[in-house]
């Protein structure tokens, strides 16, 4: 039986393709090379103080994303026709969607959550949040590895007391747009958040996420646990 490196002479189309100075061919774009370099490095970090064969594996992963980030080349990508350092596929975007019961008058939660400043205190993967005017406003959040992603956002349409709707504008680290509506109940007011977003990367910048605990489901259900206990317990009064 032919061995792979014979199969490959054979079919020299099976060969990771290189450029006329031999270096191989870029097609992982610049945002996915960062998150794969610092990704890598971390990866191969923690998989080395394991001293085990599942660390040993994590740290080989690490270093694969490593290779992967400082070449700026995907074997997959290659074999399945993609390549994110042209475009040439856009990374799929992640939808989630969580609600929550809160004890207090629609009118309080809604002034509350209105006032875009007051996000930070109660969920904690946003670091900042800067009003611009009546529609616009910046956002700084948390990124894996002690990093961070900064984006402007617009309103595109409010219904005061009901559903404010936004998207990210041109040029955001994170794509991103949703809906926050608010309905009247007996009890005061349900909170239901649909949130959709472009990964860093597309889905190994998700994967990513994932391994150093930046899960988004999981963060805006914490974060709107923490939202219904600030309303609760302070009445939902803030600063002007």
């Known amino acids: 039986m032919a061995s792979n490196r014979e199969e490959l002479m054979r079919q020299p189309e099976l ?3 290189r450029t ?3 270096r191989l061919s870029v097609n992982v774009g610049d945002t996915e090379r960062l998150l794969s370099t610092i990704g890598g490095g971390a990866l191969a970090l923690y ?3 394991r001293g085990s064969l599942g660390g040993i594996a994590l740290a080989l992963a690490g270093g694969a994303l490593i290779y992967r980030g400082v070449t700026g080349h ?3 990508y290659e074999a399945v026709g993609v390549n ?3 475009g040439a596929q856009s990374a799929k975007s992640a939808r989630v969607e969580k609600s929550v019961m809160v004890n207090r008058p629609v009118e309080e939660v809604y002034r509350f959550w209105r006032n875009f400043e007051n996000l930070p205190r109660v969920m904690s993967h946003l670091e900042s949040v800067e009003v611009k005017d009546a529609k616009r406003s910046h956002w700084v959040a948390k990124a894996p590895v002690g990093t961070s992603v900064e ?3 617009e309103i595109i349409d409010e219904r005061p007391n009901e559903s404010i709707a936004w998207r990210s504008l041109p040029g955001a680290d994170v794509e991103n747009s949703g809906t926050v509506r608010f309905r009247r109940t007996d009890g005061g007011t349900e909170i239901q958040v649909t949130l959709e977003y472009t990964p860093p990367g597309g889905a190994l910048g998700a994967t990513v996420a994932r391994l150093f605990g ?4 999981q963060q805006l259900e914490e974060d709107l646990q923490r939202f219904k206990r600030e309303m609760e317990g302070s009445g939902g009064q803030e600063a002007a």
Request: charged fraction near 25%; aromatic fraction near 4%; glycine fraction near 10%.
């Open 20 to 22: 006329e100075s031999g």
């Open 15 to 17: 060969l990771p393709k």
């Open 214 to 217: 930046e899960n988004p489901e």
């Open 151 to 153: 984006w402007d956002a």
């Open 84 to 86: 994110t350092a042209t």
């Open 74 to 76: 995907c074997n997959l």
């Open 47 to 49: 998989g080395l103080t």
